[in-house]
């Protein structure tokens, strides 16, 4: 099992930079890929960031592509997300997400371990 914890989630400005940041304990070695998911009010969840532990090879949505930054530190096992130029369709509850079988970055099918989602909220 492998347990994820989201924090730094908060409310800013339109324009303005935020990071979130998720820490995993547990059965870390098994992980292979991991992202980052939102989902705003009234909305399904999407796939907002990805990368593949190991290598550090990362994928973006479209909508975040050249504002938002996902990174990782595999020696404290925590998975960031920086934001900048926030707008107010950023507003969601951003969930981080883990896989121990799939590469795929974008389907949420293939990630077994979720946490619990850090609210960001974008105001004009």
């Known amino acids: 099992q492998v347990q994820l914890v989201e924090s730094g989630g908060g409310s800013v400005q339109v324009g303005e930079s935020l990071e979130v940041s998720c820490r995993f304990s547990g059965n870390t070695y098994t992980i292979i890929t991991m992202a980052w998911f939102r989902q705003a009010p009234a909305a399904e969840r999407e796939f907002v960031s990805g990368?593949?532990?190991?290598?550090?090879?990362?994928a973006y949505a479209d909508a975040v592509k050249g504002r938002f930054t996902i990174s990782r530190d595999v020696v404290l096992n925590n998975l960031r997300l920086h934001m900048n130029n926030l707008k107010p369709g950023d507003t969601a509850v951003y969930y981080c997400?883990?896989?121990?079988?799939?590469?795929?970055?974008?389907?949420?099918?293939?990630?077994?371990?979720w946490g619990q989602g850090t609210q960001v909220t974008v105001s004009s």
């Open positions: 997400a883990a896989s121990s079988r799939s590469y795929d970055y974008t389907d949420q099918g293939h990630y077994d371990y």
């Open positions: 990368i593949t532990w190991s290598t550090g090879n990362t």
